[in-house]
């Protein structure tokens, strides 16, 4: 087993990391900027080292420090959690040339899977339906041309070295094609520092249905069935539930042997999410993270599996805790994810929590680095707090839900929980029929009837 795994990583991911380390009994060692040295992560680790100023390309993104860091506290490990350097080929590669493990897969399949048309090209090989698009980059507006009218409008314009919703465009007839290809192109130069993009089929109401799926690197591979991530604001996940209303049991088998194989067949190692469209009964693949997932959670709820303990014992080379047939799900689980933004605009909201209260009781489950007297500081990500219900049934999640929703008291920044109220009323969400353009619309409808 590892023995000291520094996080490299802060919030709700480095805590839920460092609590996965303690119950393993392994040394954590968390980092942190200057502005995060009152934080939670810092005072739940074992111990922790400042790795620069607040700007993230100056700490959490800076390997030179974080490598340094590792060197102080002698850690023999990493564990990236999402975002910052988790899907970083570069930084696997720098950690293993100094002999610390990286807890996660090989830069190898990092690299492969973060450019999205090397991943689409190596997941058609391996027999997972993707999504009609162009055959790889599309280097000319002649050839953006010619793929458009072959695949047929509408069709989207993506980066190949996209993430996080950005540098997407849709382009619903053969006129706009020339505008909107090349401000995909400069957007995507400036966003990622590559301009390549591609083009897929735009579906008209899909559902984004994900996969959770380990494999032990040496060829063995397992799922966990799928998560529903259809509740979007801008391509970005606000709520999440798992299993899908929308699929049955042969076809969750299906979809997940499907990957599972193709995980397997690449020796993949670690966690893994691989990402669909769903539409019409059939998938679709898009994209696939290298990483565990902000909505692992739910997972883990219906599961009963630790998904950071597994990722743990698959860097120590002690491969999965369970085989794919010993594991099924039990009940049904939902996550909000509760950012500190003012609605209706979303602008981020940070500022010093005044009362922070945490529900509970059985099946609520809070994944948050917050406590009262803690200052949400402006440089990171809004997320704040992770509210998490299992119910024996869907029903019994949504009313745990709505529960816990009104014990829950964030005072001193403007919270989304409200969101999750108004979501909680709606028809579309009880029968679990939205798509992933659903909220966007049902928040206009809201707004032009206040
Ligand atoms: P990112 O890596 O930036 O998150 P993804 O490829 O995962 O980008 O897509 C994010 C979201 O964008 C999807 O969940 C979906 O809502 C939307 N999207 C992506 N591709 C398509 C498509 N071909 N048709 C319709 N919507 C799409």
């Not at 130069?189 to 559902?207: Q, R, T």
């Not at 994209?287 to 739910?298: A, D, F, G, L, S």
Request: hydrophobic letters at 40%; aromatic letters at 8%; one cysteine or more.
């Amino acid at each position: 087993m590892l023995k000291k795994i520094l996080v490299a990583n802060r919030g709700e991911i480095a805590l839920r990391v460092i609590r996965a380390c303690k119950e393993l009994k392994i040394a954590s060692v968390a980092v942190h900027s200057t502005a995060d040295s009152n934080s939670m992560h810092v005072k739940m680790a074992d111990e922790s080292v400042c790795i620069g100023p607040p700007k993230a390309s100056d700490s959490y993104l800076n390997i030179p420090n974080i490598i340094a860091a590792c060197e102080i506290a002698g850690a023999d490990s990493v564990h990236p959690g999402y975002g910052f350097l988790s899907e970083n080929p570069n930084f696997a590669e720098v950690l293993s040339d100094h002999k610390i493990i990286f807890i996660g897969p090989s830069a190898e399949h990092i690299r492969l899977m973060g450019d999205k048309v090397s991943a689409k090209r190596t997941m058609t090989d391996l027999g997972v339906p993707c999504v009609p698009g162009s055959k790889g980059i599309v280097e000319t507006i002649e050839q953006a041309e010619a793929s458009a009218k072959q695949i047929g409008y509408p069709v989207i314009i993506k980066a190949s070295a996209g993430g996080g919703g950005r540098g997407m465009k849709l382009v619903t007839q053969p006129k706009e094609l020339s505008e909107s290809y090349h401000a995909a192109k400069t957007e995507a130069e400036s966003a990622f520092g590559n301009d390549e993009v591609y083009l897929e089929k735009y579906l008209l109401n899909p559902k984004h249905i994900e996969i959770q799926i380990f494999g032990d690197g040496f060829g063995n591979a397992i799922h966990l069935g799928e998560r529903d991530c259809s509740i979007q604001r801008r391509h970005q996940k606000v709520l999440e539930e798992a299993p899908s209303t929308v699929l049955n049991e042969k076809q969750r088998k299906e979809i997940g042997l499907i990957c599972a194989q193709a995980i397997a067949k690449l020796k993949y190692a670690g966690a893994g999410t691989i990402e669909f469209l769903y539409s019409a009964g059939n998938f679709y693949f898009i994209e696939m993270n290298t990483r565990i997932q902000v909505e692992h959670p739910i997972t883990e709820e219906i599961f009963g599996i630790d998904l950071v303990k597994e990722q743990i014992r698959i860097a120590s080379k002690q491969g999965l805790s369970f085989k794919q047939e010993e594991v099924n799900f039990i009940g049904h689980s939902i996550e909000c994810r509760i950012n500190a933004e003012k609605i209706p605009n979303f602008t981020a909201s940070p500022g010093l929590i005044n009362a922070y209260h945490a529900p509970g009781g059985l099946g609520v489950r809070i994944d948050s680095a917050l406590y009262t007297g803690y200052r949400v500081p402006p440089y990171y990500d809004s997320l704040i707090c992770k509210l998490i219900v299992h119910g024996k049934n869907r029903k019994e999640a949504i009313a745990k839900l709505e529960r816990a929703l009104k014990e829950l008291i964030i005072d001193g920044v403007d919270t989304t929980a409200g969101l999750f109220d108004l979501i909680l009323k709606s028809d579309t969400f009880l029968k679990g029929t939205y798509d992933i353009v659903w909220l966007e619309n049902f928040l206009n409808e809201t707004s032009q009837a206040k």
